[in-house]
């Protein structure tokens, strides 16, 4: 299940300017990563999602792929450029001997989960914290509580903020170079922006009034 927005939901969720392409590359490419492994899938963007909060999609997303009579379930986004299809078959092998998976992200979150239904349904996903740091501990203490220890992938990233993609591009070596000039030019976008502030700030504040003969404050 690739559950991820469109790129211009995303791109107005997460408030990077000129994002529309660099999210665009990330579906392109989880997709491709995924039609690797042979294995059938469903994208839910956000036409497909039912629900109100994250978690209530997210459920919603899960069941309706549980009830089309699948036993396990391997969940992705499309935001975690390091994601390899190597990951998804791993995820595949624990699966199949009966262990539950769990891909941390560096913020806190997941950005991959392996389960059985059987596992699922004890779990209350709603009461989760979604999209906060705190979600991948309080996720592997309520699988503690059932008595399951899940298999632990490598710790990735996700593009969420203007900050990710700047640190993205320190570490952009194992990444493909269409992927990287991206975000890129993305950062060069912003940087040119915010200088243009700085230099001629009446285009941010307004025009600024005509001094009169008193006192004023310069900043």
Aim: include cysteine.
């Amino acid at each position: 299940m690739i559950f991820a927005q469109s790129s211009l939901a995303d791109v107005e969720r997460k408030r990077l300017p000129q994002g529309e392409a660099l999210f665009d590359k990330l579906t392109q490419s989880t997709l491709s990563k995924v039609q690797r492994t042979g294995l059938p899938f469903y994208h839910f963007s956000e036409k497909r999602q039912v629900g109100h909060t994250f978690g209530e999609r997210f459920s919603h997303a899960a069941k309706a792929v549980f009830a089309m009579g699948y036993d396990n379930l391997i969940a992705i986004g499309n935001d975690s450029p390091g994601l390899r299809t190597a990951h998804l078959l791993k995820t595949l092998n624990a699966l199949q001997t009966g262990n539950t998976v769990l891909g941390p992200s560096a913020d806190g979150g997941f950005y991959l989960m392996g389960i059985h239904k059987s596992q699922f349904y004890r779990l209350d996903l709603l009461g989760l914290p979604w999209q906060s740091s705190s979600l991948f501990k309080t996720l592997s203490q309520d699988l503690d509580r059932l008595g399951v220890v899940p298999v632990r992938l490598q710790t990735l990233f996700d593009l969420d903020t203007f900050q990710d993609l700047v640190s993205f591009i320190g570490r952009s070596g194992t990444f493909s170079k269409t992927l990287t000039r991206t975000i890129a030019l993305i950062i060069s976008k912003r940087i040119r922006h915010w200088c243009f502030l700085y230099l001629m700030p009446e285009y941010r504040f307004g025009p600024i009034p005509p001094n009169k003969g008193s006192p004023t404050f310069s900043f």
